[in-house]
Nanobody, 125 residues
Framework: QLQASGGGLAQAGDSLTLSCVAS????????LGWFRQAPGKEREFVAA????????YYDDSVKGRFTISRNNNEKTVYLRMNTLKPEDTAVYYC????????????????????WGPGTLVTVSS
């Protein structure tokens, strides 16, 4: 199971850090990611990190502003969001998929198979 936290209300230009804690075993065997869903829109890819943490991937809309990281000892994945914009307003979902080391995370929604309940981020202008 995954449980995200850290959402809230921010102003444009602010920073927020989302956390997602996993329960269970073998956390290090999972690729991890973040998606978001704005009101009236489909869920979209934000960022992902490989099992080893050596590879990260970002949507162009957040590249340079958001950073994904993981701490396997704490079974936690983070999303540091800097220079927030009103268009970042959405419910943010963490996600996971058990993979082998040679498989890199995918940006497609259907590739992921484990989801948390989401945390709302609202950015005002």
């Amino acid at each position: 199971q995954l449980q995200a936290s850290g959402g809230g209300l921010a102003q444009a230009g602010d920073s927020l850090t989302l956390s997602c804690v996993a329960s269970g075993h073998s956390f290090s065997r999972y690729a991890l990611g973040w998606f978001r869903q704005a009101p009236g829109k489909e869920r979209e890819f934000v960022a992902a990190i490989s099992r080893s943490g050596s590879s990260t991937y970002y949507d162009d809309s957040v590249k340079g502003r958001f950073t994904i990281s993981r701490n396997n000892n704490e079974k936690t994945v983070y999303l540091r969001m800097n220079t927030l914009k009103p268009e970042d307003t959405a419910v943010y979902y963490c996600t996971a998929k058990q993979t082998i080391l040679t498989v890199e995370p995918n940006t497609e929604l259907d590739w992921w198979d484990t989801w948390g309940p989401g945390t709302l981020v609202t950015v005002s202008s």
